[in-house]
């Protein structure tokens, strides 16, 4: 079996998939699980539909960032900043950081949680735990070694296919109510809309996205060109672009096959028993284990760990890609911790800053639904950016986006504004 694992790690076309796969699967962390376990246990298998819409908007407007990434060999802060008023990337990264720490401080609550339901024991020393791990394997471990444990972990998100084949679900009526869904147009399932759209399209993924794309091109720039490689001054481009575009579609896909998974298996257990008012993703676990066994609940239960593990890091490190080139400073999970002191100091205070708000009287899940909606506000503009970005000359050179990825972009960005608006509008 490990010779197995360890042939498939090698194969050529699994090692190509990296910043587009990691990301889709962070995009399922606790708090997406417990947004998109709402979804189901509320509206059934109504609110499966926006799983399907979402898959080109996310591939669309990741693949930019991506794109942006891989071609300027910087991050998505610092080319706002090469090209925007200084306050506007001081806003941009000040709620990001905000809404990260908040994200995280959720995602490892959920996580202590889903630990205390298997072992029992304190939540809060699991918590601590947990965070503490996630911190010291991104100061520890050197960048490809640690993407590499990334792409394991991702497998932790099977949990919820295997839940789907434990639990009754009517397969002949299934295609119908995806494709003619069965809810009531008001406050309660435009909320719902809303909360699965900003679940799924984050800010978060698209300053990682493209700080990986940059970590990867730096990788190989300092192995096999002594550093001076820059694709869009080589031929070897389209051959990076090409890769991007098969490991994003990969990844957004993975990532919204878990999403559709959870809303089925708890649309097919926790509606149809009733249960419809889902605030956690470890609620939704406990909830299954009467109505779907044991194995449904530990599957369940394991997948919240798993993605946790994966999604931590993702957010804490998009916050300090984020800071740190808005302020010039050495960043990298290449990079020891004494060559970028503040980039590891930005990811000890957003991973410290979630764990300590555990141990405050702010309702995570209240604060989470504040993060939420600062994700959703911000997403717009910064699409917007990214979208000006990824089309200027002085930027991307010969690569800007082609007319049909642009097209997809400013769609993705328009339906964005108009979740936002309509989540406005029923406040």
Not at 126 to 145: K, N
Not at 154 to 175: G, P, R
């Amino acid at each position: 079996m490990v010779k197995l694992f360890k042939r498939i790690a090698e194969h050529p076309g699994v090692k190509q998939l990296g910043p587009g796969l990691v990301t889709g699967a962070a995009d399922d962390d606790p708090s997406g699980i417990a947004t998109y376990s709402q979804a189901g246990a509320q509206f059934g298998n109504g609110m499966l539909w926006t799983v399907l819409l979402t898959y080109p908007l996310m591939v669309g407007i990741q693949m930019i960032s991506a794109r942006i990434g891989c071609i300027t060999g910087r991050g998505l802060a610092a080319n706002i900043k090469a090209v925007f008023p200084r306050p506007v990337l001081l806003s941009i990264v000040g709620l990001l950081l905000i809404g990260n720490t908040i994200n995280i401080a959720a995602d490892i609550a959920a996580m202590g949680e889903a630990l205390r339901l298997i072992l029992g024991g304190s939540a809060h020393f699991y918590s601590v735990s947990l965070g503490a791990l996630c911190l010291l394997l991104q100061v520890a471990l050197r960048y490809e070694s640690y993407v590499g444990y990334l792409k394991w972990l991702t497998l932790a998100l099977l949990s919820y296919v295997a839940v789907i084949f434990t639990v009754h679900v009517s397969w002949s009526s299934l295609l119908h109510e995806v494709l003619i869904p069965g809810f009531v147009l008001n406050h309660e399932s435009i909320t719902m809309i809303v909360a699965v759209f900003g679940t799924t399209i984050s800010p978060y993924l698209f300053f990682w996205q493209a700080a990986q794309e940059m970590e990867d091109l730096r990788s190989v720039s300092a192995r096999d060109h002594g550093g001076h490689l820059l694709p869009h001054a080589q031929d070897v481009a389209k051959k990076h672009l090409r890769r991007i575009r098969w490991d994003t579609y990969l990844g957004m896909g993975f990532s919204n096959l878990i999403a559709f998974c959870i809303i089925l298996s708890t649309a097919a257990t926790l509606h149809v028993a009733g249960i419809t008012n889902i605030q956690t993703s470890t609620q939704a676990a406990e909830a299954l284990r009467p109505l779907g066994g044991p194995a449904t609940f530990l599957l369940f239960s394991l997948g919240i760990i798993g993605t946790g593990m994966l999604a931590v890091p993702v957010l804490a490190g998009s916050a300090a890609y984020a800071v740190a080139e808005s302020f010039e400073w050495r960043s990298g999970l290449d990079r020891t911790l004494l060559e970028a002191r503040e980039f590891y100091g930005i990811l000890a205070v957003a991973t410290a800053g979630g764990v300590i708000l555990n141990f405050t009287r702010i309702d995570p899940m209240r604060a989470l639904l504040w993060s939420a909606q600062i994700n959703g506000v911000i997403a717009v503009p910064i699409m917007a950016v990214m979208m000006v970005l990824a089309s200027r000359l002085d930027i991307m050179g010969r690569f800007v986006v082609q007319p049909g990825l642009r097209a997809l972009g400013w769609l993705a960005t328009a339906v964005m504004a108009v979740t936002v608006g309509a989540m406005i509008s029923t406040i």
